[in-house]
Nanobody, 122 residues
């Protein structure tokens, strides 16, 4: 079994910062691409940022220059540093990881975290 546990969400004023963390645990042979998605009320879930196992990154246009995704492969953890937060960043943020659980199985599976609420409001 693989689990993704997120932390770091909360309430912050516009212009403030938060740092989200997502730790993967369980049966992990290789941890490949990781990403953060978000879903605002009444909206579809959207990709915020992604990072490959080699550290290549990609960002949704509205967060470029404000958010930074990073990972610590030794800790099986991905981070999302969010600066200059805006009310429109308010959403539930979900972690995603592409994991190969076993050396005996070449299949890569997609796992999701439970989500963490980020609210940007004065």
């Amino acid at each position: 079994q693989v689990q993704l546990v997120e932390s770091g969400g909360g309430l912050v004023q516009p212009g403030g910062s938060l740092r989200l963390s997502c730790a993967a645990s369980g049966s992990i042979f290789s941890l490949n691409a990781m990403a953060w998605y978000r879903q605002a009320p009444g909206q579809e879930r959207e990709l915020v940022a992604e990072i490959t196992s080699g550290g290549n990154t990609n960002y949704e246009d509205s967060v470029k220059g404000r958010f930074t995704i990073s990972r610590d492969n030794a800790k099986n953890t991905v981070y999302l540093q969010m600066n200059s937060l805006k009310p429109e960043d308010t959403a539930v943020y979900y972690c995603l990881a592409q994991i190969r659980p076993s050396s005996a199985d070449i299949t890569e599976y997609t796992y999701w975290g439970q989500g963490t609420q980020v609210t940007v409001s004065s």
